[in-house]
């Protein structure tokens, strides 16, 4: 069965420090996979998905089909990163699937 | 201004009391979507729609109807609502995206219904 898994429901990170947030999944085929963010007080939006290999507010996320993992990187952290991050995919019936979520804490 | 709007925004009901939540958009959009979003748990498909007419179940369809008569509207009905199904439900829409190719358009979410059933 597909499944998306983010191992982390916390992490804290310094101000300045690389940032990487795990995803890996369970999928029989070829995977899309997306982050999408919630800001505190705000909606759910799309971060970036895999199939456009760009670069959003300075994260990336390479999809490693060895690793089955998709995980979501930025170099140096800033605070106003920190939110909710959800690691998603979609299946071939269109089915959307999204991680438990993984809450980032930016430390000053 | 492009929006997915829900409403109520907070309900507070009792098991067994009918209820519906509505979602609109204004983008016509082809694909809508609900979910569910519980502590631990992130956030589940319970339903979607890629068109008028045509709905699918998602992860956790049990205790939900939706319909698509409109393309603008995809409501949620809870016909008899327990307090399991408490809970934090975001609608979300997007374009439709092909099958078979990897065209995925961004889904727009609302702003989430609370729901407390007691």
């Known amino acids: 069965a597909q499944r998306v898994t983010q191992p982390e429901k916390l992490l804290s990170v310094f101000k300045g420090a690389p940032v990487e947030l795990k995803c890996n999944y369970s999928?029989?085929?070829?995977?899309?996979l997306f982050w999408y963010v919630q800001y505190s007080r705000q909606r759910l939006q799309l971060l970036l998905r895999?199939?456009s290999r760009e670069s959003i507010k300075g994260f990336t996320a390479d999809l490693n089909k060895g690793e089955t993992s998709f995980h979501l990187k930025k170099p140096f952290a800033q605070e106003e990163d920190s939110a909710m991050y959800y690691c998603?995919?979609?299946?071939?019936?269109?089915?959307?699937?999204f991680g438990k979520g993984t809450r980032l804490h930016i430390l000053p | 201004e492009a929006q997915v709007t829900q409403n109520p925004r907070y309900l507070i009901t009792v098991t067994g009391k009918k209820l519906t939540v509505t979602c609109s958009q204004n983008?016509?959009?082809?694909?809508m979507s609900w979910y569910r979003q519980d502590p631990g748990l992130g956030l589940r498909q319970i339903y979607y729609?890629?068109?008028?007419?045509?709905?699918d179940k998602g992860d956790v369809p049990e205790g939900y109807k939706v319909s698509r008569k409109e393309k603008r509207n995809f409501p949620l009905i809870l016909e008899s609502p327990s307090p399991n199904q408490t809970s934090l439900y975001f609608c979300?829409?997007?374009?439709?995206?092909?099958?078979?190719?990897?065209?995925?358009?961004?889904?727009?979410f609302g702003p989430g219904t609370r729901l407390t059933v007691l």
């Open positions: 729609s890629m068109n008028v007419e045509v709905t």
């Open positions: 895999h199939i």
């Open positions: 979300a829409s997007s374009l439709s995206w092909t099958t078979g190719t990897s065209s995925y358009n961004e889904q727009f």
């Open positions: 998603a995919l979609k299946d071939r019936d269109d089915k959307i699937i």
């Open positions: 999928y029989s085929g070829s995977p899309e």
């Open positions: 983008m016509n959009h082809e694909y």
